[in-house]
């Protein structure tokens, strides 16, 4: 097997969903952004994997006819909130393999105001399962499906180990004063523990603030093998050292707690399979965008990575080990909490970041001397995907 070159990434600034230009505008100019940020035309990839879940079939098609017609084969992916980097770890398996030497892989979403919803209510619903347990542990609610699932492990959580009620808020503060010198985050605006504890509550210890917003984007990648960048000159500097994706396991749904059912061992075992194939240990990574759809989310994921031992989420935030002077820099583009979160694109937003911040070429988001950057990318129903980028001039 060989390495995956990131030769270029580029993407749009997340907007609201009443702000933002259709589908298929903002992934033509992500592509166009990470072909030019490789220096490549677009006859020169060979496969495309396009990522979105709200949207008709062939919709990366549409998107990509915009860029060029050359004939490729071009295969559309859903995965849920891991949509994105579902399509990287395909693209990354074929130029590994060698059965590509150029790879683009593209997210995008456009999305609709409110809370997520299901599609479709004449068949058979994914969550049903996940429902059943749900139900099971906690009492129905009119809150939106999503902070159910991830309100009540924070609750679940919370009575395990405790949970003073600002250590969540903190992480909306952290995120927004991270996405302050990100200029395709949506808000940028700073905003205080009170502010975060006084808007609405929206499930359990959530509210609106430490819930991701509703957002349009797209994001996109270029993947090469090491032979094609440098026999076209291009930027290898930054590989896929590992990656890893998981789903459910039955401790998902054997369990009256819901940090498994929202992906707490998936990304454990996702993360734990990255760090042995790597050969390095939580400890050595400075740098992490990890899937922050909400506050609780964050906090737990916080333990399944490693990056804190198991019980001690709340002191490593009040700390201020999860931000710049601490032990690692946590979403240094401000998440999804801040940055905004269109499902398809996140993955590759995620990846762009940690290139960025890899090249020493993240502006005033720059995390000093990082050589290694890990992305965790989840998505309900289920897949967890954990990928460590590494710099390797």
């Given at each position: 097997?060989?390495?995956a070159?990131?030769?270029?990434?580029?993407?749009?600034?997340?907007?609201?969903?009443?702000?933002?230009?259709?589908?298929?505008?903002?992934?033509?100019?992500?592509?166009?952004?990470?072909?030019?940020?490789?220096?490549?035309?677009?006859?020169?990839?060979?496969?495309?994997?396009?990522?979105?879940?709200?949207?008709?079939?062939?919709?990366?098609?549409?998107?990509?006819?915009?860029?060029?017609?050359?004939?490729?084969?071009?295969?559309?992916?859903?995965?849920?909130?891991?949509?994105?980097?579902?399509?990287?770890?395909?693209?990354?398996?074929?130029?590994?393999?060698?059965?590509?030497?150029?790879?683009?892989?593209?997210?995008f979403?456009?999305?609709?105001?409110?809370?997520?919803?299901?599609?479709?209510?004449?068949?058979?619903?994914?969550?049903?399962?996940?429902?059943?347990?749900?139900?099971?542990?906690?009492?129905?609610?009119?809150?939106?499906?999503?902070?159910?699932?991830?309100?009540?492990?924070?609750?679940?959580?919370a009575?395990?180990?405790?949970?003073?009620?600002?250590?969540?808020?903190?992480?909306?503060?952290?995120?927004?004063?991270?996405?302050?010198?990100?200029?395709?985050?949506?808000?940028?605006?700073?905003?205080?523990?009170?502010?975060v504890?006084?808007?609405?509550?929206?499930?359990?210890?959530?509210?609106?603030?430490?819930?991701?917003?509703?957002?349009?984007?797209?994001?996109?990648?270029?993947?090469?093998?090491?032979?094609?960048?440098?026999?076209?000159g291009?930027?290898?500097?930054?590989?896929?050292?590992?990656?890893?994706?998981?789903?459910?396991?039955?401790?998902?749904?054997?369990?009256?707690?819901?940090?498994?059912?929202?992906?707490?061992?998936?990304?454990?075992?996702?993360?734990?399979?990255?760090?042995?194939?790597?050969?390095?240990?939580?400890?050595?990574?400075p740098?992490?965008?990890?899937?922050?759809?909400?506050?609780?989310?964050?906090?737990?994921?916080?333990?399944?990575?490693?990056?804190?031992?198991?019980?001690?989420?709340?002191?490593?935030?009040?700390?201020?080990?999860?931000?710049?002077?601490?032990?690692?820099?946590?979403?240094?583009?401000?998440?999804?909490?801040?940055?905004?979160?269109?499902?398809?694109?996140?993955?590759?937003?995620?990846?762009?970041?940690?290139?960025?911040?890899?090249?020493g070429?993240a502006?005033?988001?720059?995390?000093?001397?990082?050589?290694?950057?890990?992305?965790?990318?989840?998505?309900?129903?289920?897949?967890?995907?954990?990928?460590?980028?590494?710099?390797?001039?």
């Amino acid at each position: 097997m060989g390495r995956a070159l990131v030769a270029g990434v580029g993407m749009v600034p997340f907007a609201t969903p009443r702000t933002s230009a259709p589908y298929d505008v903002m992934g033509e100019q992500a592509i166009r952004a990470a072909l030019a940020d490789a220096g490549l035309g677009y006859d020169a990839v060979e496969q495309a994997f396009a990522g979105y879940v709200y949207g008709d079939s062939t919709c990366g098609q549409a998107v990509a006819y915009r860029v060029g017609l050359t004939g490729i084969p071009l295969v559309n992916v859903t995965n849920n909130c891991s949509t994105g980097s579902s399509a990287l770890f395909v693209g990354r398996q074929l130029v590994e393999a060698g059965a590509a030497d150029c790879v683009l892989v593209f997210g995008f979403e456009q999305m609709r105001p409110g809370a997520l919803a299901m599609q479709w209510d004449d068949r058979p619903s994914p969550f049903e399962r996940f429902e059943t347990v749900k139900d099971a542990v906690q009492a129905p609610s009119d809150a939106p499906f999503a902070a159910q699932y991830f309100g009540g492990a924070g609750i679940a959580y919370a009575a395990e180990f405790g949970l003073a009620p600002d250590t969540l808020a903190r992480i909306s503060v952290k995120a927004r004063r991270h996405a302050a010198a990100n200029p395709y985050a949506v808000f940028r605006e700073p905003v205080t523990i009170e502010e975060v504890l006084s808007s609405p509550v929206v499930y359990g210890p959530l509210t609106r603030l430490q819930c991701c917003p509703p957002t349009c984007g797209a994001a996109a990648a270029v993947l090469v093998s090491p032979d094609f960048a440098r026999s076209r000159g291009l930027d290898g500097s930054v590989a896929i050292a590992a990656q890893a994706m998981t789903t459910d396991r039955p401790i998902s749904f054997e369990s009256a707690d819901l940090r498994p059912l929202v992906g707490y061992d998936m990304s454990a075992e996702a993360a734990r399979q990255v760090y042995e194939k790597a050969g390095v240990e939580p400890g050595d990574i400075p740098v992490v965008e990890l899937h922050d759809c909400f506050t609780s989310n964050e906090l737990i994921s916080y333990e399944a990575l490693g990056l804190t031992p198991e019980g001690t989420a709340e002191k490593f935030i009040l700390e201020g080990d999860n931000t710049y002077g601490g032990r690692v820099v946590t979403n240094p583009s401000g998440g999804l909490l801040s940055k905004g979160h269109p499902l398809g694109a996140t993955g590759l937003a995620q990846c762009a970041e940690l290139v960025w911040q890899l090249r020493g070429r993240a502006g005033d988001r720059q995390v000093d001397g990082a050589r290694l950057g890990l992305q965790h990318n989840i998505g309900l129903g289920g897949a967890a995907v954990v990928t460590l980028y590494e710099r390797v001039d």
